[in-house]
C-alpha cells in the first residue's frame, strides 16, 4: 500500500474533485492548484495504509488547507486595483487565461463575487455542504465548530447570496429583462438594441476609478451613452447581471474578481440612470446578491 506509483493513482483519480473544491473555496485557479498540491504532500507524508475512504480524507484536507488559506487572507489589506489593469479590460493586454475563465464560467462571475464576502467558515460551510454534499458533521470537524453552528453557517452563507432587499417579482423579472438587453446589446455592439432600452433623457456617472482618469464624469442622452456603452463591449464578456442594493446591475468581474459595479434605475420600461462604481471603498460598501433563485440552482449545478 505505500507503493509511490499506487499513490499517485488514487490521488490523481481525485485530482478534478480536489481542484473543484479549492476554486470554490478560494476563488483562484493558481491558488487552487497550490492547495491540491499541498494535499499531495500530506498524502506522501501520511501513513495511507490507515486512510479507509480516500475521497473523504483528501477533501477534508483541501477543505482545511483552504480555510486557513481564507483565513490568512482576510488578515491582509487588500489593495486596490490598479489603473493599469483597469486599462487591460477595455481591450489591452491578457486578462483572460483560458484556465481561469473557464473555471469562473464554470462557477458563475457573480457568485465568485459574493463567495468572496463570505466569512471564511461561512464560505466553507456553504461551498462543501451546497455545492459538494459534505456532511454538517463533516463540516463541523474541519471548522472546529458543532454541526449545528455549521449548520447556521451555511444558512447565512445562503441569506448572503440571496440578499435582503428584493424588489417583488414581477418587478424583479421585468428589470432583470431590461438589464439583460442592455448588457447583450453591449456584448453585440448593437446600437440601436441599447437605444432600445435607455430613457431618452439617460444619465450614466462613473467615479474616477471606473472613467479611468482624475476625475468622476457624468454623460446624458441615450445617443451619449448607448456609444459609451459600445466601448463596454470589451469588458462585457466578464459581466454578469446581479442585484446591487436590492436593484438590477452588472458586475464586472474577469477571473471572479470584482473590478467594476453598473446599478440600473428603470421607470416606465427604460433605463433612466446607471451608477458605474470602480473605487474599491465603494465597492466594499455595496450589498451584492444573486439576481434569481433560478439562475443560482443553474450556477451550484454546474
Same mark, same amino acid.
Given at each position: 500500500?505505500d507503493?509511490?506509483?499506487?499513490?499517485?493513482?488514487r490521488?490523481?483519480?481525485?485530482?478534478r474533485?480536489?481542484r473543484d473544491v479549492?476554486?470554490r473555496?478560494?476563488g483562484?485557479?493558481?491558488?487552487?492548484?497550490?492547495?491540491v498540491q499541498e494535499?499531495?504532500l500530506?498524502?506522501?507524508?501520511s501513513?495511507?495504509?490507515?486512510?479507509?475512504?480516500?475521497g473523504?480524507?483528501l477533501?477534508t484536507?483541501?477543505?482545511?488547507?483552504? =480555510?486557513d488559506? /481564507?483565513r490568512?487572507r482576510?488578515r491582509r489589506?487588500e489593495? !486596490? +486595483? #490598479?489603473?493599469?489593469y483597469? &486599462?487591460?479590460?477595455?481591450?489591452?493586454?491578457?486578462?483572460?487565461?483560458?484556465?481561469d475563465?473557464?473555471?469562473a464560467?464554470?462557477v458563475?462571475?457573480?457568485?465568485?463575487v459574493?463567495?468572496?464576502?463570505?466569512d471564511?467558515?461561512e464560505?466553507?460551510?456553504?461551498?462543501?455542504?451546497?455545492?459538494?454534499?459534505?456532511?454538517?458533521?463533516e463540516?463541523?470537524?474541519?471548522?472546529?465548530?458543532?454541526?449545528?453552528?455549521?449548520?447556521?453557517?451555511?444558512?447565512?452563507?445562503?441569506?448572503?447570496?440571496r440578499g435582503?432587499a428584493?424588489?417583488?417579482?414581477f418587478?424583479?423579472?421585468?428589470?432583470?429583462?431590461?438589464?439583460?438587453?442592455?448588457?447583450?446589446?453591449?456584448?453585440?455592439?448593437?446600437?440601436?438594441?441599447? =437605444?432600445a432600452v /435607455?430613457?431618452?433623457d439617460?444619465?450614466?456617472?462613473?467615479? !474616477? +476609478? #471606473?472613467?479611468?482618469g482624475? &476625475?468622476?464624469?457624468?454623460?446624458?442622452?441615450a445617443?451619449l451613452v448607448?456609444?459609451?456603452?459600445l466601448?463596454?463591449?470589451?469588458r462585457a464578456?466578464f459581466?454578469?447581471?446581479a442585484?446591487?442594493?436590492?436593484?438590477?446591475?452588472?458586475?464586472?468581474?474577469?477571473?471572479?474578481?470584482?473590478?467594476?459595479?453598473?446599478?440600473f434605475?428603470?421607470?416606465?420600461?427604460?433605463i433612466?440612470?446607471?451608477e458605474?462604481?470602480?473605487e474599491?471603498?465603494r465597492?466594499a460598501?455595496?450589498?451584492?446578491?444573486?439576481?434569481?433563485?433560478?439562475?443560482?440552482?443553474q450556477?451550484?449545478?454546474?
Open positions: 500500500m507503493d509511490p506509483e499506487w499513490l499517485a493513482r490521488f490523481e483519480a481525485y485530482r474533485h480536489l479549492a476554486y473555496m478560494l483562484s485557479s493558481s491558488d487552487a492548484d497550490d492547495a494535499a499531495w500530506r498524502l506522501c507524508r501513513d495511507s495504509a490507515v486512510v479507509n475512504n480516500m473523504g480524507w477533501t484536507v483541501v477543505a482545511r488547507i483552504c =480555510l488559506a /481564507l490568512s482576510k489589506i489593495e !486596490p +486595483a #490598479a489603473p493599469e483597469l &486599462a487591460q479590460l477595455a481591450g489591452q493586454g491578457d486578462v483572460d487565461a483560458d484556465t475563465v473557464e473555471l464560467d464554470s458563475g462571475l457573480a457568485v465568485l459574493i463567495l468572496d464576502r463570505l471564511p467558515a464560505r466553507l460551510a456553504y461551498v462543501l455542504h451546497d455545492m459538494f454534499d459534505v456532511s454538517f458533521e463540516i463541523a470537524r474541519i471548522a472546529d465548530r458543532t454541526p449545528l453552528a455549521a449548520r447556521k453557517l451555511a444558512s447565512r452563507a445562503r441569506q448572503r447570496l435582503t428584493r424588489p417583488p417579482n418587478e424583479l423579472s421585468r428589470r432583470r429583462d431590461i438589464a439583460e438587453a442592455f448588457l447583450a446589446a453591449s456584448r453585440d455592439g448593437d446600437f440601436h438594441a441599447l =437605444l /435607455l430613457d431618452p439617460v444619465v450614466l456617472h462613473a467615479d !474616477p +476609478a #471606473a472613467a479611468q482624475n &476625475a468622476a464624469i457624468e454623460v446624458r442622452s445617443p448607448a456609444r459609451g456603452a466601448a463596454f463591449s470589451a464578456r459581466a454578469q447581471l442585484l446591487v442594493d436590492g436593484r438590477v446591475g452588472v458586475l464586472v468581474a474577469p477571473r471572479g474578481r470584482l473590478l467594476v459595479v453598473l446599478r434605475t428603470v421607470a416606465l420600461g427604460k433612466v440612470k446607471i458605474v462604481i470602480g474599491a471603498s465597492l460598501q455595496l450589498e451584492l446578491a444573486l439576481l434569481d433563485d433560478e439562475g443560482m440552482r450556477h451550484l449545478a454546474s
